[in-house]
C-alpha cells in the first residue's frame, strides 16, 4: 500500500506541475546536393554551416532550467528552379532525435541566395528559416513531453502557427500537411500516446537509474493501456507506427518486472509488426 500510495503522489506531482525548461537544440547539420551542377552548388557554399548555426544559436525558449535537445537533420537538395528573381530548391527534409521523433518530409521548397541573413526575428514568411523552426518546435515538444506531462503544447502551438501562415503564403507546398501533422499528435484520441512518452521514460528511469520493480509494474500497466486505447481509436496512426518503431526493442526492459504475460500478449496485440521482439521479452513472473 505505501508502494503504491507513493507512486500516485509522484504521479499527481507530475500531473499537477507543469514545469519549465530553457531549451538548447544541439543539431548536427548535414545537406547533400546530389545531383546539382556546380553552378548551383558554388551558390550553396556556406549553406550548411548557416543552417547549422542558426538552428543551434537560436534562443528557443526563456525559461528557467536548461535541457539539450539533441537531433539530426539532412537536407537533400534534388532541384533548382527559377520563379521570377528567385530560386527555388526543391529538397527532401529528415530530422530525428533520441527518443524517436523521427520526420521525414519528401517535398519542401525554399528559397536562398549567398548573401542571405538568416534572421531569427523577422515580420514575413520565410520558407526556409519557418520550416527550419517548423521541425526544430516538432521535435523540442515531442522531447518535451518526456520531461512532463504535455509540456511540449507551447511548441507545438509554435508549429501550429507557422504551418498556418505556411499555407498563407507564397510557399504553400506542403503546409497543409505539416499543419495536419501537428494535429494529429495533439488531436483528443493521441492524448493517450502523448501521456505514455512521460509514463514510458519514467519506466526506464526506474529500471535503469533507480531500480524499482513495483514503479515499473504500475507504470507498465499503465503504458500498454494507453497504447491500446490510442491503437482501438487510430490503428493506422502515423504518430503510434512512429513511435513504435522508436522504441519496439526497449519493451523488454520494461517487461521484465511484470508478474505475468499479460502485457507482453497485449503488445504483440497492438503493433504486430514487432510481434516476435515482444515474444522474446523475459518476464519474471512467467520464468
Known sequence: MKTKLSLLMFLLAAILINPSWSQRFSCEVKVDMPRLDPNVIADLTDFQRKVSDYL????????????????????????????????VYLAQFLISSPSGE????????????????????????????DLLDFYANLVIAGEMDTYGLFSGNTFYDRCQ?????????????GWKRRADEVILITDADHVALREVKFYYYEALYFV??????????????????RLANVANKRPNSAALKRFFD????????????????????????????????YRNCSVRGSQ
Not at 161 to 173: E, F, K, M
Not at 208 to 225: A, L, M, T
Request: aromatic share 12%; glycine share 4%.
Open 56 to 87: 543551434n544559436n537560436k534562443n528557443w525558449s526563456d525559461t528557467d532550467q536548461d535541457i539539450v535537445v539533441k537531433s539530426n537533420a539532412n537536407i537533400i537538395i534534388q532541384t533548382v528552379t527559377n520563379r521570377g528573381s528567385e530560386k
Open 102 to 129: 523521427n520526420f521525414r518530409d519528401q517535398s519542401v521548397e525554399f528559397t536562398y541566395f549567398p548573401a542571405q541573413s538568416f534572421e531569427a526575428f523577422r515580420t514575413q514568411f520565410d520558407p526556409l528559416l
Open 161 to 173: 502557427d507557422i504551418a498556418n501562415r505556411g499555407q498563407l503564403s507564397n510557399y504553400g507546398t
Open 208 to 225: 535503469e537509474r533507480q531500480p524499482n520493480p513495483e514503479y515499473v509494474r504500475q507504470f507498465s500497466k499503465g503504458i500498454v493501456d
Open 246 to 277: 522508436a522504441h519496439y526493442q526497449e519493451f523488454c526492459k520494461i517487461f521484465q518486472f511484470d508478474a505475468d504475460r499479460q502485457n507482453v500478449n497485449r503488445m504483440i496485440d497492438i503493433n504486430a509488426t514487432h510481434s516476435d521482439t
